[in-house]
């Protein structure tokens, strides 16, 4: 079984706390990505698993063994960069087989391995090339290869896809897609674009400042964020947020009751009020906020409609076809079950 446990882990530069202690379960064959802004400490995390750092707190687990002091190569884990790491003089088909380097294989074993990596990721004719004769989408095919070739446990990806153009990474997140299918080794994928994170995913851990703020499927985190924090990270473009308050016992926006429930609400608790983009109605009879456009952003078949409203900043999600103008005063309503409502102090969400 390749299921990997992180307990409590934790990880200090100095008097610099990066990690304050992650706990996860990570099922064996689960594709697990980590998701967060730039330093919230994604990378560390990987790197410990991988046992390229110490850890200075805490367990890892891997396959139910404790693989703290243990090396990376013992670790039965194989890790893909960034920037692939790949030879430069070395053939597709060395640069693969260098995965190996340590096994302990037959030859034919090596070469039955190197042949079905090279199967699986389409590249059996790109074998005898040197990596300046691929594409970018190519070398890190290569660079996974190496990794696949040794079969391991735990894949580790750090941002594998983030050097690649737009439409090569599009294609890429879609192969390592398939491929998890097609293998099902158990996966954790690093990166801080979080179209990957859901795109891919079984479940998103959403990291920040050194915490985990919710881990779960994808489908899960955006329909019920655990906190502000969350519902603003995950979606794009980011729920709108504005200040809400409660009187009479009714949630207010501005001067308009909302029919929401405030049975798990204590009475005095200030409130924030959020409603993605797409869940705004366009001139509904029943509104819950007017604005009036200042921006628009056509993007093919839909518009961003940017507006000023007397909560402040709303941004929605129109048509591609004869979108509000710039200037039109429009009114926007929402389902009762498309509201979201935090603790304005906390973050947290009020469910
Ligand atoms: N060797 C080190 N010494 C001191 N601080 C470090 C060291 N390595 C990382 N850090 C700090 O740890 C924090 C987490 O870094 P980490 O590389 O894990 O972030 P990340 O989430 O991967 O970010 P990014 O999206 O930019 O790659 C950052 O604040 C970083 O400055
Ligand atoms: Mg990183």
């Known amino acids: 079984m390749a299921n990997?446990?992180?307990?409590?882990?934790?990880?200090?530069?100095?008097?610099?706390?990066?990690?304050?202690?992650?706990?996860?379960?990570?099922?064996?064959g689960e594709f697990v990505v980590f998701?967060?802004?730039?330093?919230?400490?994604?990378?560390?995390?990987?790197?410990?698993?991988?046992?390229?750092?110490?850890?200075?707190?805490?367990?890892?687990?891997?396959?139910?063994?404790?693989?703290?002091?243990?090396?990376?190569?013992?670790?039965?884990?194989?890790?893909?960069?960034?920037?692939?790491?790949?030879?430069?003089?070395?053939?597709?088909?060395?640069?693969?087989?260098?995965?190996?380097?340590?096994?302990?294989?037959?030859?034919?074993?090596?070469e039955a391995r190197i042949q079905d990596v090279a199967a699986i990721l389409d590249m059996v004719d790109l074998l005898e090339r040197k990596p300046n004769q691929l594409s970018g989408g190519q070398r890190q095919r290569v660079a996974i290869g190496r990794a696949m070739v040794r079969d391991p446990a735990v894949f580790l990806f750090d941002?594998?896809?983030?050097?690649?153009?737009?439409?090569?990474?599009?294609?890429?997140r879609l192969e390592i897609k398939k491929l998890h299918q097609r293998v099902g080794n158990t996966i954790v994928f690093v990166t801080h674009d979080q179209v990957e994170a859901m795109t891919m995913a079984d479940r998103i851990v959403?990291?920040?400042?050194?915490?985990?703020?919710?881990?779960?499927?994808?489908?899960?985190?955006?329909?019920?964020?655990?906190?502000?924090?969350v519902a603003q990270f995950i979606g794009a473009p980011s729920m709108n947020i504005w200040d809400g308050e409660i009187k009479g016992g009714r949630v207010m926006l501005g001067d308009v009751a909302l029919p929401l429930s405030l049975a798990h609400v204590k009475a005095g608790t200030p409130l924030k009020i959020g409603v993605r983009p797409d869940d705004l109605q366009l001139g509904s009879a029943d509104p819950i906020l007017h604005g009036t456009v200042s921006l628009r952003e056509p993007l093919g078949p839909e518009t961003l409609l940017y507006l000023s409203s007397d909560l402040g900043a709303v941004i929605v999600r129109a048509p591609g076809k004869n979108p509000p103008e710039v200037g039109d005063r429009i009114a926007l309503g929402a389902l009762a079950e498309n509201i979201h409502l935090f603790d304005a102090t906390s973050g947290e969400a009020l469910v």
Do not use: W
């Not at 941002?159 to 890429?172: C, G, I, K, Y």
């Not at 400042?209 to 899960?220: A, D, F, N, T």
């Open 159 to 172: 941002e594998p896809l983030s050097n690649l153009d737009a439409q090569l990474r599009t294609q890429m």
């Open 4 to 28: 990997l446990t992180l307990k409590d882990l934790q990880k200090s530069y100095g008097k610099t706390e990066v990690l304050h202690g992650i706990n996860l379960e990570v099922k064996d």
């Open 35 to 110: 998701v967060g802004p730039s330093g919230c400490g994604k990378s560390t995390t990987l790197r410990l698993i991988a046992g390229l750092e110490d850890a200075s707190g805490g367990d890892i687990e891997i396959g139910g063994r404790v693989v703290n002091n243990l090396e990376p190569r013992d670790r039965d884990i194989a890790m893909v960069f960034q920037n692939y790491a790949i030879y430069p003089h070395m053939s597709v088909k060395k640069n693969i087989a260098f995965g190996l380097r340590t096994s302990k294989l037959s030859k034919p074993e090596k």
């Open 206 to 229: 959403i990291m920040k400042g050194g915490h985990i703020q919710q881990v779960g499927p994808p489908e899960q985190v955006y329909r019920t964020p655990a906190n502000i924090f």
